[in-house]
Every structure is written in C-alpha cells, then in structure tokens.
C-alpha cells in the first residue's frame, strides 16, 4: 500500500507538525516528485513559527502593493512553506518529453514528501547524476545571495561589509569575494566568523564590539567600505550598515525585518553621508540589471558556481534531519542554536549515504 504524502504544518506561533494530505492528481503537462530534501530557510520560516510574518496579521493589497488593516492575507494553519527542495521524479504525463522517470530535480514545492509540477517550472532544474543532490536544496538561497551582491554593485578592488554570517550571509561573502570584493564579514558569533574567514572574508568583525562594528570598519578601512549587505534582518545592523560605508555609499537591506526599527537612527550618518539604502528582494534583480538579469539566471549562476567546486554550500549543511522531527529542529532554531547553519529536512526516498 502506498503511504499518503505529507506536508510540513505550522498549526500556530509555536507549533509545527507534519500531516496527511490526499495525493496530487498528475495532469497534463506535469510530472511528479518524490521530494528527497527540503533546507529550511530559518530567517523567513521563523516569521511563520513566531507568528509575525505581516501576512498573518494583516492584508497584503496586491493591486495598491501595501499592508492594510483587515482580515490577515492568511492564518494559521499554514502549509507549503519552503523554497529549497530536491526530489526525484516518479511520474510523468504522456505528453512530457523534457523530463524523465529516475531524473533528480531541484524547485520550489515546499515541505511535502509528494508534488505535482509543471515541466515547465523545472526547465534548466535537472541535476548532474554525480551531483550532490544537497546542492538542489541551495538553489533559492545562493540566488537570494547573488541578488544582493549585485544590488550592492560589488566591484574588483572595491570594499564591501556583510552584516550577518548566517547561510545565506556566508554564501553572499564568497560570491562577493568571487567578484572580486575584499569583504569585512560581520557576525555575533565566532564560529561563522571563522566560516566566513574560510569562504574568503578579509577580516571578520564582532557585531558587539564597543563602539559598535561601523565604527570599527572604519577603523580597519581608513574610511570605510564602499558598500554593505545586511542580511541579519537587525535594524541594529542596519543602523551599523548605514556607519559603515563611504559618502554616499551603497547598503543593500536584505535582511526580512520585523516588527519596529528602534535603533536605526536616520538622522545621523545617514543623513549626514548621504547614504543610499537599497531594498534587495528575490521577486526582483536590481534596477538597470533587468534587461540582462532574472531569478532563473541567478539560479543558473549560483548552480554552476556550486557545480564546478567554486561555492562549497554543502558545507554550511550542519543538520539533516527525519522530516518527523521538524517540531524539534524548529524549536532549535527559534531557541538560537548557534550550532545551526543550513538544516535540511530527509524524506523517505532520501539517500541514506550523505
């Protein structure tokens, strides 16, 4: 008998749980994927175990693209959460010829052990056969990464601060340092210091330095860095983003704030240096890129970089775990366990090798 597929819930703040779920039909067009792994993207999927996404506390106005008072966009329970899987595909409709039944594959279908895709959705998505199919679960973040490098305009020679030294600020700091970018990484927590060391940081600064981290990049720089990536999703580290740049210099805010900004004071060296502060999000490229640049050429580039040996992901994986104890992991990482970098989560047809 054939096991009923299951997703990945949270049931409220708080609570995570995996369930049942009745099984896709497959359609024309499509195929479908046992999923293998699923990384968990901690800063965003924390918003919805803490319950404070803004989705779910009020109305995203699509047509006016604001947040609004009134009935929450949508409430908990909430299923499908994830962007970074790899599967492989066990079924496909007749009229599918791109992909075929063994392929492995890496997409976006959230946390479920069984999805029904278009083809079309994994056109370019099909992993080498020697790969390690772990690279599939770095496909979003890495490109996440990308985009804020390019919004940042990191250029040969020039200085650039990453602010938070998490997954996806690790991987920017080495794609940084491919570009080119002498890079002063910046974290609370010594251990990713020392990994950003490994993926090419210049130096590596103590987020809770006296005086703060702007000013101590400055310190090192003379007169400080021609730009910055905060990642922390920190409107403390927003704020030492903004000290730490040159007049009139670039900090590209891709971090997922919440809540209020306290300590983000514009009217000081933000106002003063005339610095510009440049929202990177991942439904976009930065402005002047568009003609040349989408989300499937920022996959395509940050796949080959993993690929060919030039951006080690794998090595962030600290954590793959049986889906059954995604109420564990959770509670690991809305506890701050700084052990964790890149945790994925194992489906049944996983290779039990890795």
């Not at 079924?91 to 890496?106: I, K, M, Q, Y």
């Not at 002498?182 to 005086?211: C, H, K, N, Q, S």
């Amino acid at each position: 008998m054939t096991p009923m597929p299951h997703i990945v819930q949270f049931t409220a703040p708080g609570s995570v749980e995996v369930v049942e779920i009745v099984p896709a039909p497959l359609v024309p067009g499509s195929v479908r994927v046992a999923t293998w792994y699923s990384g968990i993207s901690a800063g965003t999927e924390l918003t919805a175990y803490r319950g404070t996404n803004p989705y779910l506390t009020s109305t995203w106005d699509s047509q006016r693209r604001l947040f609004v008072p009134g009935e929450p966009s949508f409430g908990y329970p909430v299923q499908g959460w994830g962007y970074s899987e790899v599967g492989e595909v066990v079924e496909v409709a007749d009229d599918v010829t791109a992909l075929a039944v063994g392929d492995v594959v890496h997409g976006i279908w959230g946390h479920r052990s069984d999805a029904v895709l278009p083809a079309a959705a994994l056109e370019g998505r099909l992993l080498p056969t020697d790969a390690d199919p772990l690279l599939g679960t770095f496909a979003r973040v890495a490109s996440i990464a990308l985009n804020g490098v390019l919004a940042a305009d990191v250029r040969l020679g020039e200085r650039v601060a990453i602010f938070g030294q998490g997954v996806i600020g690790l991987l920017a700091t080495r794609l940084a340092t491919l570009a080119g970018g002498r890079v002063y990484a910046v974290d609370t927590v010594p251990d990713r210091l020392e990994v950003a060391r490994r993926f090419g940081a210049a130096e590596v600064v103590d987020a809770l330095i006296d005086g703060g981290a702007g000013a101590r990049i400055r310190e090192l720089t003379g007169e400080g860095v021609d730009s910055a990536i905060e990642l922390s999703g920190s409107d403390r580290a927003l704020h030492e983003a903004i000290r730490s740049v040159v007049v009139e210099g670039i900090v590209a805010a891709s971090g997922f704030y919440q809540g209020g900004a306290v300590n983000l004071h514009l009217g000081e060296e933000f106002h003063h240096n005339r610095v510009r502060i440049l929202a990177s999000q991942i439904s976009g490229v930065p402005v002047g890129l568009g003609g040349r640049w989408d989300q499937s050429r920022l996959v395509r580039t940050v796949m080959a970089l993993m690929l060919e040996g030039r951006l080690d992901a794998a090595a962030l994986v600290t954590d793959v775990v049986d889906v059954s104890d995604v109420a564990d992991i959770f509670r690991r990482l809305d506890a701050g366990d700084s052990a964790i970098l890149q945790a994925v989560l194992a489906f049944e047809r996983a290779p039990r090798s890795l």
